[in-house]
Antibody
Framework: EVQLVESGGGFVQPGGSLRLSCAAS????????MSWVRQAPGKGLEWVAN????????YYVDSVKGRFTVSRDNAKNSLFLQLSSLRAEDTAMYYC???????????WGQGTLVTVSS | EIVMTQSPATLSVSPGERATLSCRAS??????LAWYQQKPGQAPRLLMY???TRATGIPARFSGSGSGTEFTLTISSLQSEDFAIYHC?????????FGQGTKLEIK
């Protein structure tokens, strides 16, 4: 059974940093692209970042470029998102998702909440 | 950036009836379109990919159609567990983008 479990969310002041983690199991993690998607309270979904199965390519939405960094550790079946220079508008539930060969997102974690406020 | 527009924002339908949800792309996304279902307090769940292929375990009452810029998700006979928010997403071009969602509520 595929499982994705996020952690690392919390309350942080504007300008601060957090590191989110996603522990994966039930599939060959090193063979799949992975993604982070966020959802602000009461709002729709926003794709944040993708990372290639070997970590060799990364893609970001413009609003987080230069502030967020996606990475992975295939030996530990783990995905990460380093959040820096956080702003109030980064407040959201952050989900990790497994990407299929067709590039849709077939499994999602339950999310970890990031709140940016002074 | 491709803008995805879903309509209506809210759809009120009675159990047992048919629901039709629309998603429009600001430029062609070919058939690289997915639909997700999200219930309160839960993560999204993949329903449809490639515009018209049901994901594993999705009941046959769900069907998808369209290509290019116009897409439709149809639920043929609504069950109580189908009342949720539905999101469309294009994965044809970076950045991948989602629609704002359609809330399907009980009439």
């Amino acid at each position: 059974e595929v499982q994705l479990v996020e952690s690392g969310g919390g309350f942080v002041q504007p300008g601060g940093s957090l590191r989110l983690s996603c522990a994966a199991s039930g599939f060959t993690f090193s063979s799949y692209w992975m993604s982070w998607v966020r959802q602000a309270p009461g709002k729709g979904l926003e794709w944040v970042a993708n990372i290639k199965y070997d970590g060799g390519e990364e893609y970001y939405v413009d609003s987080v470029k230069g502030r967020f960094t996606v990475s992975r550790d295939n030996a530990k079946n783990s995905l990460f998102l380093q959040l820096s220079s956080l702003r109030a508008e980064d407040t959201a539930m952050y989900y990790c998702a497994k990407i299929t060969w067709d590039q849709d997102f077939d499994y999602w974690g339950q999310g970890t909440l990031v709140t940016v406020s002074s | 950036e491709i803008v995805m527009t879903q309509s209506p924002a809210t759809l009120s339908v009675s159990p047992g009836e048919r629901a039709t949800l629309s998603c429009r792309a600001s430029q062609s996304v070919s058939s690289n379109l997915a639909w997700y279902q999200q219930k309160p307090g839960q993560a999204p769940r993949l329903l449809m990919y490639g515009a018209s292929t049901r994901a594993t375990g999705i009941p046959a009452r769900f069907s998808g159609s369209g290509s290019g810029t116009e897409f439709t998700l149809t639920i043929s006979s609504l069950q109580s567990e189908d009342f949720a928010i539905y999101h469309c997403q294009q994965y044809n071009n970076w950045p991948y983008t989602f629609g704002q969602g359609t809330k399907l509520e009980i009439k």
